[in-house]
């Protein structure tokens, strides 16, 4: 009986434990051109991401941003990381060349940001 119980508990703990989503690791992604999505298709490497400037990608604020990886794949930013790159662009006093460092957890093609500096 004391062997039923245990299997029993061990089997509910192992149910359990699959139940609960597994924790994201938080990635990072260094200087890495930072542009808006209506934009992104136009470059096809983060170097030529270079010539974007911060007052087209402020223009273009409503498509949503993200950044160009080395390989030129854009990863699109969540809405709360959209706004953190706005409020950044705003702040800067660059005029072109926008790289950042970006901390994050990617969900699907995603990434949910946790930071954006202005490289």
């Not at 930013?77 to 660059?94: E, N």
């Amino acid at each position: 009986m004391k062997t039923f119980v245990v299997a029993v508990l061990a089997i509910a703990i192992l149910a359990l434990a699959a139940a609960l989503p597994l924790a994201a690791a938080a990635q990072t992604w260094s200087n890495v051109s930072l542009v808006d999505k209506n934009c992104s298709a136009k470059f096809k490497t983060d170097a030529a991401a270079d010539a974007h400037t911060v007052s087209c990608a402020l223009a273009c604020a409503d498509s949503g941003f993200g950044i160009l990886t080395a390989d030129g794949k854009f990863l699109m930013f969540d809405k709360d990381g959209s706004a953190k790159a706005t409020d950044a662009l705003k702040a800067t006093t660059k005029k072109d060349h926008v790289r950042a460092t970006v901390t994050g957890e990617m969900d699907g093609s995603t990434i949910k940001v946790q930071s954006i500096t202005l490289d």
